[in-house]
């Protein structure tokens, strides 16, 4: 059994900061990538950021530099730094772990809410 646990969000003002954490654990094996995503009221899943296993970054335009994506390998975690939020930064934030090619295994969420 796989588990995908989702840590570190919160309320926070427009332009303050928050470090979302996520690690992987139970029968889970060679993980590839790594990202987040999130959904807002109302709207779609999307992605924010991936990091491959090799370190390979992707970030949605929105980001525009105020999210760094990060991963440790040996603790199966990835990280997502937040800065600058904004009032549309607001949503569920979901971690989603790949193992192997074909499997993809998403955490429960954590709230995000940016106030303005």
């Known amino acids: 059994q796989v588990q995908v646990v989702e840590s570190g969000g919160g309320l926070v003002q427009a332009g303050g900061s928050l470090r979302l954490s996520c690690v992987a654990s139970?029968?889970?094996?060679?993980?590839?990538?790594m990202g987040w995503y999130r959904q807002a009221p109302g709207k779609q899943r999307e992605l924010v950021a991936t990091?491959?296993?090799?370190?390979?970054?992707n970030y949605a335009d929105f980001v525009k530099g105020r999210f760094t994506i990060s991963r440790d390998n040996a603790k199966n975690m990835v990280y997502l730094q937040m800065s600058n939020l904004e009032s549309e930064d607001t949503a569920v934030y979901y971690c989603?772990?790949?193992?192997?090619?074909?499997?993809?295994?998403w955490g429960q969420g954590t709230q995000v809410t940016v106030s303005s």
């Open positions: 139970g029968s889970i094996f060679n993980i590839n990538a």
């Open positions: 989603n772990v790949q193992s192997g090619i074909f499997k993809f295994y």
């Open positions: 990091v491959a296993s090799g370190g390979r970054i």
